[in-house]
Protein backbone atom coordinates (compact mmCIF):
# COMPACT_ATOMS: atom_id res chain seq x y z
CA UNK A 1 0.00 0.00 0.00
CA UNK A 2 1.17 3.21 -1.22
CA UNK A 3 2.14 6.03 1.87
CA UNK A 4 -0.55 9.15 1.99
CA UNK A 5 1.13 12.31 1.85
CA UNK A 6 -1.15 15.05 2.89
CA UNK A 7 -0.99 18.21 1.37
CA UNK A 8 1.51 20.74 2.37
CA UNK A 9 -1.85 23.76 2.85
CA UNK A 10 -2.66 23.30 6.06
CA UNK A 11 -6.60 24.21 5.87
CA UNK A 12 -6.13 21.95 2.78
CA UNK A 13 -5.12 19.38 4.47
CA UNK A 14 -7.81 19.91 8.08
CA UNK A 15 -10.53 19.94 5.21
CA UNK A 16 -9.53 16.44 4.34
CA UNK A 17 -9.08 15.12 8.10
CA UNK A 18 -12.54 16.49 8.87
CA UNK A 19 -13.96 15.03 5.62
CA UNK A 20 -12.92 12.17 5.82
CA UNK A 21 -13.21 10.94 9.53
CA UNK A 22 -16.35 12.32 9.50
CA UNK A 23 -17.58 9.78 6.90
CA UNK A 24 -18.17 12.61 4.48
CA UNK A 25 -20.40 14.26 7.17
CA UNK A 26 -18.56 16.96 8.31
CA UNK A 27 -16.34 19.86 5.95
CA UNK A 28 -18.23 18.82 3.08
CA UNK A 29 -18.38 22.50 2.07
CA UNK A 30 -15.72 25.09 1.00
CA UNK A 31 -15.26 27.87 3.64
CA UNK A 32 -17.77 30.80 3.77
CA UNK A 33 -19.66 29.39 0.61
CA UNK A 34 -21.48 26.72 2.03
CA UNK A 35 -21.15 25.10 -1.63
CA UNK A 36 -20.43 21.66 -1.82
CA UNK A 37 -16.89 19.63 -1.74
CA UNK A 38 -15.90 16.70 -3.36
CA UNK A 39 -11.88 14.83 -2.34
CA UNK A 40 -10.40 13.10 -5.45
CA UNK A 41 -7.76 10.98 -3.81
CA UNK A 42 -5.13 10.00 -6.64
CA UNK A 43 -1.68 8.93 -7.02
CA UNK A 44 1.79 11.62 -7.17
CA UNK A 45 3.43 11.00 -10.87
CA UNK A 46 7.01 11.38 -8.63
CA UNK A 47 6.29 9.66 -5.32
CA UNK A 48 4.01 7.29 -6.30
CA UNK A 49 2.08 8.36 -3.46
CA UNK A 50 -1.70 8.58 -2.32
CA UNK A 51 -2.73 12.35 -2.75
CA UNK A 52 -6.32 13.90 -1.52
CA UNK A 53 -7.20 17.13 -3.42
CA UNK A 54 -10.42 18.61 -2.16
CA UNK A 55 -12.36 20.89 -5.44
CA UNK A 56 -15.57 21.78 -5.91
CA UNK A 57 -18.65 19.41 -6.06
CA UNK A 58 -19.66 19.65 -9.88
CA UNK A 59 -21.91 16.93 -11.15
CA UNK A 60 -22.17 15.42 -14.76
CA UNK A 61 -24.88 12.98 -14.91
CA UNK A 62 -23.12 10.01 -13.00
CA UNK A 63 -19.70 11.50 -13.04
CA UNK A 64 -17.99 14.67 -11.93
CA UNK A 65 -16.40 17.49 -13.69
CA UNK A 66 -12.32 18.71 -12.04
CA UNK A 67 -11.53 22.56 -12.47
CA UNK A 68 -7.95 23.03 -12.10
CA UNK A 69 -8.45 26.64 -11.22
CA UNK A 70 -6.06 27.16 -8.13
CA UNK A 71 -7.80 30.53 -7.88
CA UNK A 72 -6.68 31.81 -10.72
CA UNK A 73 -3.00 31.52 -10.36
CA UNK A 74 -0.94 31.46 -13.23
CA UNK A 75 0.61 28.11 -12.88
CA UNK A 76 -1.57 24.81 -12.56
CA UNK A 77 -1.94 22.40 -9.64
CA UNK A 78 0.10 19.84 -9.12
CA UNK A 79 -1.99 17.24 -9.06
CA UNK A 80 -3.13 18.19 -12.59
CA UNK A 81 0.22 16.38 -13.73
CA UNK A 82 -0.82 13.37 -11.42
CA UNK A 83 -4.39 13.17 -13.45
CA UNK A 84 -2.48 13.22 -16.30
CA UNK A 85 -0.26 10.50 -15.88
CA UNK A 86 -2.64 8.20 -13.79
CA UNK A 87 -6.68 8.90 -14.12
CA UNK A 88 -7.83 6.35 -12.03
CA UNK A 89 -9.01 7.81 -9.03
CA UNK A 90 -11.11 7.85 -6.04
CA UNK A 91 -13.95 10.13 -5.71
CA UNK A 92 -15.73 10.81 -2.52
CA UNK A 93 -19.20 12.48 -2.17
CA UNK A 94 -20.43 13.56 1.20
CA UNK A 95 -20.95 9.73 2.97
CA UNK A 96 -20.44 7.73 -0.86
CA UNK A 97 -17.15 6.60 -2.51
CA UNK A 98 -16.88 5.80 -6.24
CA UNK A 99 -13.89 4.32 -8.45
CA UNK A 100 -13.92 6.78 -11.47
CA UNK A 101 -11.52 7.02 -14.29
CA UNK A 102 -10.91 10.90 -15.44
CA UNK A 103 -9.76 12.25 -18.76
CA UNK A 104 -8.99 15.53 -19.74
CA UNK A 105 -11.04 17.74 -21.79
CA UNK A 106 -9.25 18.75 -25.55
CA UNK A 107 -12.62 18.81 -27.06
CA UNK A 108 -13.50 22.70 -27.73
CA UNK A 109 -17.71 22.02 -27.74
CA UNK A 110 -17.24 19.82 -25.16
CA UNK A 111 -15.49 21.97 -22.60
CA UNK A 112 -18.18 24.51 -23.66
CA UNK A 113 -20.80 22.28 -22.47
CA UNK A 114 -19.09 21.25 -19.25
CA UNK A 115 -17.66 24.92 -18.08
CA UNK A 116 -21.31 26.28 -18.18
CA UNK A 117 -21.80 23.27 -15.44
CA UNK A 118 -18.64 24.55 -13.82
CA UNK A 119 -19.87 28.47 -13.58
CA UNK A 120 -23.27 27.17 -12.74
CA UNK A 121 -21.78 25.31 -9.63
CA UNK A 122 -19.09 27.45 -8.32
CA UNK A 123 -19.77 30.95 -10.45
CA UNK A 124 -15.86 32.27 -9.25
CA UNK A 125 -14.69 29.58 -11.69
CA UNK A 126 -15.53 32.62 -14.47
CA UNK A 127 -13.79 35.33 -12.53
CA UNK A 128 -10.53 32.16 -11.99
CA UNK A 129 -10.14 32.19 -16.04
CA UNK A 130 -10.37 35.86 -16.81
CA UNK A 131 -7.78 36.54 -14.32
CA UNK A 132 -5.25 33.86 -16.01
CA UNK A 133 -3.23 33.34 -19.29
CA UNK A 134 -2.91 29.71 -18.74
CA UNK A 135 -6.41 27.72 -20.44
CA UNK A 136 -8.05 25.87 -17.01
CA UNK A 137 -7.66 22.35 -17.06
CA UNK A 138 -10.57 20.64 -16.90
CA UNK A 139 -11.35 16.62 -16.18
CA UNK A 140 -14.20 15.12 -16.44
CA UNK A 141 -14.42 11.42 -14.24
CA UNK A 142 -16.59 8.89 -15.36
CA UNK A 143 -17.41 5.49 -12.93
CA UNK A 144 -14.71 3.31 -13.48
N1 LIG B 1 -8.38 23.80 -6.21
C1 LIG B 1 -8.71 23.83 -7.50
O1 LIG B 1 -7.82 23.93 -8.35
N2 LIG B 1 -10.04 23.77 -7.90
C2 LIG B 1 -11.06 23.67 -7.00
O2 LIG B 1 -12.22 23.56 -7.41
C3 LIG B 1 -10.71 23.66 -5.60
C4 LIG B 1 -11.69 23.57 -4.60
C5 LIG B 1 -11.31 23.42 -3.26
C6 LIG B 1 -12.26 23.24 -2.26
C7 LIG B 1 -11.89 23.03 -0.95
C8 LIG B 1 -10.52 22.99 -0.63
O3 LIG B 1 -10.14 22.74 0.65
C9 LIG B 1 -9.56 23.19 -1.59
C10 LIG B 1 -9.93 23.41 -2.93
N3 LIG B 1 -8.98 23.58 -3.92
C11 LIG B 1 -9.34 23.68 -5.25
C12 LIG B 1 -7.54 23.54 -3.60
C13 LIG B 1 -7.02 22.14 -3.97
O4 LIG B 1 -7.46 21.20 -3.00
C14 LIG B 1 -5.48 22.09 -4.06
O5 LIG B 1 -4.96 22.32 -2.79
C15 LIG B 1 -4.94 23.11 -5.02
O6 LIG B 1 -5.55 22.91 -6.29
C16 LIG B 1 -3.42 22.96 -5.17
O7 LIG B 1 -3.15 21.63 -5.59
P1 LIG B 1 -1.64 21.13 -5.68
O8 LIG B 1 -1.72 19.67 -6.12
O9 LIG B 1 -0.81 22.05 -6.50
O10 LIG B 1 -1.21 21.19 -4.14
C17 LIG B 1 0.09 21.53 -3.72
C18 LIG B 1 -0.01 22.58 -2.62
C19 LIG B 1 0.72 20.27 -3.16
O11 LIG B 1 0.06 19.42 -2.59
N4 LIG B 1 1.99 20.15 -3.39
C20 LIG B 1 2.74 19.04 -2.86
C21 LIG B 1 4.04 19.51 -2.29
O12 LIG B 1 4.61 18.77 -1.51
O13 LIG B 1 4.43 20.65 -2.62
C22 LIG B 1 3.02 18.02 -3.97
C23 LIG B 1 1.79 17.24 -4.26
C24 LIG B 1 1.94 16.21 -5.37
O14 LIG B 1 0.93 15.75 -5.91
N5 LIG B 1 3.18 15.81 -5.75
C25 LIG B 1 3.37 14.84 -6.83
C26 LIG B 1 3.83 13.51 -6.30
O15 LIG B 1 4.46 12.73 -7.07
O16 LIG B 1 3.48 13.16 -5.15
C27 LIG B 1 4.31 15.42 -7.87
C28 LIG B 1 3.58 16.46 -8.68
C29 LIG B 1 4.46 17.09 -9.79
O17 LIG B 1 4.27 16.71 -10.97
O18 LIG B 1 5.31 17.92 -9.46
Known amino acids: MAEYIPSPVKWVRDQVELYESSGG ?4 SLMQTGLPCIIVTHKG ?13 VKDGDGYVLVASQGGAPKNPVWVYNLRSDGDVEIRDGTEVHAMRVREVED ?37
Open 45 to 57: NKTGAIRKTPLMR
Open 108 to 144: DDERQRVWALCVEAFPPYAEYQAKTSRKIPVFIAEPA
Open 25 to 28: TEGV
